[in-house]
């Protein structure tokens, strides 16, 4: 997914924090710089933080200090009904009294737009969401992710400058998640809408968002594209928290511009470019499961290769999931894609293996 481009950022988040006292510091000097018609997600565990500094976006929170710029305008100050700014939340907050209709035009008539204004705009936003022949139906009547496009529906309506969106897919379940996930990023990219959205599933924010922001105890750990988070993660805390990753505490032995060498329990990983650091130095590397091929013959060379017991294996269609435990005790998660309905001399529990790898598999986190 392309990152938009701007000539400037449209929301700037300069500085900011919020603090409950007593030590309670939920977002601790946050800054950020999003640009018009992006996705961006804020992505982290409970309590990081994400949802706080969208409350304070939408204006139910007041930063203790720092600036929110949304289209040159510092909204810090400004009440949530006077910024140009909607939220859906991960309940959808729907009215049960009022028909799909009814709900869409709810904030419309709040504002006072004549009859004929809300009437055009209530058809396009269902023409968008795909819900003409719903319109009648009260929100009992609606699947969850009919549900969830009525509550888009009604937070696209107005218009805004900036849509919040709260563990906006939380309430489905997962196969319903996958397809909206799609929908719902169409939905957005055709408006044209500014979004900011928070959650806590790295799958939803890596496939809906154009760049994802990962957050832990109030701070920025990492902001990039999601690929770039995935294969070159910041430090241990983003690449164990994003999808799986083997780390192994190792020591670099061997320091050249084009490689390096580090030993670490079960084996000597060869890493075919730089980095920063100096020979002895402690580091880990991150190796990601399905970057691991399995072979029941030792591989050639002296290098990222390992051998194992294959302690556990879990078959999910797609690929199979194995658990090597090494000679050291490590635990070495290997996912091998099942391409082929059978496969000649496929691993069973109790066996022997060799994992292995190549020089450009592994992530090097020197913090």
Known sequence: MQTPQAAAPFLQIQDVVKDFGAGAVAVDHVSLDIAQ??????????????TTLLRMLAGFETPSSGRIVLGGQNLVGVPPHQRPINMMF????????????????????REGLPRDAVNERVQAMLALVQLGSYAKRKPHQLSGGQQQRVALARSL????????????????????????QIELVNIIQEVG????????????????ANRIAVMSEGRLLQVGAPAEIYETPANRFVADFIGSVNLMEGRLSCDNPDHVIID?????????????????????????PEKIQLSNTEP???????????????YFGAYTLYHLRLASGQMLRVSQ?????HRDGELRWGDSAWAHWSDSAQVVLTH
């Open 337 to 341: 894609a099942n391409a082929q309905r």
């Open 37 to 50: 018609g992006e996705i961006f997600a804020l992505l982290g565990s409970s309590g990081c933080g994400k």
């Open 90 to 109: 991960q309940s959808y907050a729907l009215f049960p009294h009022l028909s799909v209709w009814d709900n869409i035009a709810f904030g419309l008539r």
């Open 264 to 288: 670490c329990a079960d084996c000597q990983h060869y890493v075919g470019h730089g980095i920063s650091g100096s020979e002895g130095m402690s580091l880990a590397v991150g190796l990601r």
């Open 193 to 208: 809408v500014t979004c900011v959205m928070v959650t806590h599933d790295q799958e939803e924010a890596m496939t809906m």
């Open 300 to 314: 050639e060379g002296a290098y990222n290769k390992a051998q194992g017991v294959v302690q556990e294996l879990s």
């Open 157 to 180: 309506a107005k218009r805004p400058k900036l849509l919040l969106l709260d563990e906006p897919l939380g309430a489905l379940d997962k196969k319903l998640r996958e397809r909206t």
